[in-house]
């Protein structure tokens, strides 16, 4: 029987997660995008929390027009900028199941 679309992003994600995962010193960058809006956390695996959050629902993003591209640079260029205050310089990007291409606004958000 063929698998749904939802179950196999599901089994892909999970193949995924047991080879990325994320550290207080490396946290693990996932990028969700909805239609409307774009979302990024860096996750520590280990103690299973959340650092930083940072989405274009932000407040300091709530005024900003443009694109939904631009807005994701604006939301990749805002958690960058938290995360070098935390001192967090390098992560590890977690696609979280979807297409094996990262594509256009995933990429603008996470080439910071």
Request: proline fraction near 1%; aromatic fraction near 6%.
């Amino acid at each position: 029987m063929a698998l749904t679309k939802s179950e196999r992003r599901l089994r892909i994600r999970r193949r995924i997660r047991k080879v990325v995962t994320g550290t207080a010193a490396k946290p693990r960058l996932s990028v969700f995008r909805s239609n409307k809006e774009i979302y990024a956390q860096l996750i520590d695996d280990v103690k299973q929390e959340t650092l930083l959050s940072f989405s274009s629902r932000n407040k300091e993003l709530e005024s900003a027009t443009g694109t939904k591209s631009d807005k994701s640079f604006q939301v990749g260029q805002g958690l960058a900028k938290l995360a070098i205050e935390k001192g967090i310089t390098e992560v590890c990007f977690d696609r979280g199941g979807y297409c094996e291409q990262i594509h256009g606004l995933q990429l603008e958000s996470a080439s910071l």
